[in-house]
Each structure stands twice: as structure tokens, then as C-alpha cells.
């Protein structure tokens, strides 16, 4: 996985396209599928790298502003690191799992929630909106369960479920929280919270 890794990035820097050249390399060393969808989770073109990593911020600098939480890829990723599955860093500085369970996912341990709403309570933002994929099963029910315990955390905000997440997030004026790299692309400021709860948890992702 290593050496496929660093094939991979010697190609990217010199301008190969990105799908290709992992589909190049992980032919080359044969590579399962599990391991293919690692790498196309933790490689990624240099250039856009460095631009995701500039926007950036820590959690400390969400405090008085205002933030809007992408739901399900905050809590499938926080959950993965909660129950001890694999969780990446990744070339432009984000934390990701490997699970893609988007459409069929279940429901969150509560616990998993409590999680980010005390590292989000930690660093007094001004507000918060949590969003969720209606499409998802029960994402109305979740999104209610975190509406109701803002208050215990005192914080100000909303949970909803929304049919276009994405294009929310991408033209809200707010720090977004999200590891979706097309939306990292299209916003200003980014905030990692996977990262700040591995972090609270002195454990550290993987690397490649």
C-alpha cells in the first residue's frame, strides 16, 4: 500500500490524471478492492491539496462564528474513530474513514453525537446548523434527537434535513464542517471535527 501510494503521487505531480493513475498503479501491484478505495480516499493531487490545506482551520477558531455541520459525513466519520475502525489522514490534511455507507446507513450510537456536540460546545461557536440528507432512512429522526440537545450543551442552533446538502453547504457564508473534498473545493473555511475528537482521544490516524 506504501509503495503504491508513493507511485501514485510521482505520477499526480507530473500531471497524470488522478482515477487513472490509482487505477494504473493498483493493477500493477493488484491490489483488492478495500485497498483500491483507500488510496482513492487518501491521495490526492497535490495542488488541490495544498488549497484544501489553506483553508483549514482549527476547531479553537470556530469560537463566535458562525457553523454549518455536513450531518452524516461528521458522524459516520467521528463513529468510525469511536469504535476503533480504520480512519485516514489524508494527503490535504483531512480525516476520513473507509466505510461508504452512506445510503444504507443506520441511525448513530447517541454517544457518537454526544461526542461532537462537546467538542463543538468546547469552542463557543456563535451558532450552529447540523444538516442531514433527507433521502437517508430516519435522517428526520436524528436530525431531531440533535435539536433537542443543543440545549444541553448550550448551544445555539438548528438541526434539519435538506434534499441538496451539498449545495447548501457549498453557498452558506459560514465555516463548514465536512471531509466531502468537492465541498472542502467550493467553501472558504473548513473545520475537521473527526480530527479535534481523534485528537481528544490521544489517537492518531493512520497514515499512508
Do not use: W
Not at 8 to 36: M, Q
Not at 94 to 113: E, L, T
Request: charge should be positive; include cysteine; aromatic fraction near 6%.
Amino acid at each position: 500500500m506504501h509503495r503504491a501510494a508513493q507511485d501514485i503521487r510521482h505520477l499526480l505531480l507530473r500531471g497524470y490524471p488522478r482515477t487513472g493513475a490509482i487505477r494504473f498503479v493498483c493493477d500493477h501491484y493488484r491490489l483488492v478492492d478495500r485497498n483500491r478505495h483507500i488510496l482513492m480516499r487518501v491521495v490526492i493531487e497535490p495542488g488541490i491539496a495544498k488549497s484544501r490545506f489553506r483553508k483549514k482551520m482549527p476547531c479553537a477558531d470556530i469560537r463566535g462564528k458562525d457553523l454549518v455541520v455536513d450531518g452524516y459525513n461528521v458522524i459516520i466519520a467521528t463513529e468510525s474513530i469511536v469504535s476503533g475502525e480504520p480512519v485516514f489522514l489524508c494527503d490535504d490534511g483531512f480525516i476520513r474513514d473507509i466505510r461508504g455507507v452512506f445510503r444504507n446507513y443506520r441511525n448513530p450510537d447517541r454517544g457518537v453525537c454526544r461526542q461532537i456536540l462537546e467538542i463543538i460546545s468546547k469552542h463557543e461557536p456563535n451558532s450552529v446548523i447540523f444538516l442531514f440528507d433527507s433521502q437517508i432512512s430516519k435522517s428526520g429522526v436524528l436530525a431531531r434527537h440533535i435539536r433537542e440537545i443543543l440545549p444541553e450543551y448550550s448551544i445555539s442552533g438548528d438541526a434539519r434535513t435538506s434534499r441538496h446538502v451539498d449545495f447548501d453547504l457549498k453557498h452558506c457564508d459560514s465555516i463548514v464542517a465536512t471531509g466531502d473534498g468537492p465541498v472542502i473545493d467550493e467553501v472558504v473555511s473548513v473545520v475537521d471535527i473527526p480530527n479535534c475528537v481523534l485528537a481528544r482521544l490521544g489517537r492518531d490516524a493512520d497514515r499512508i
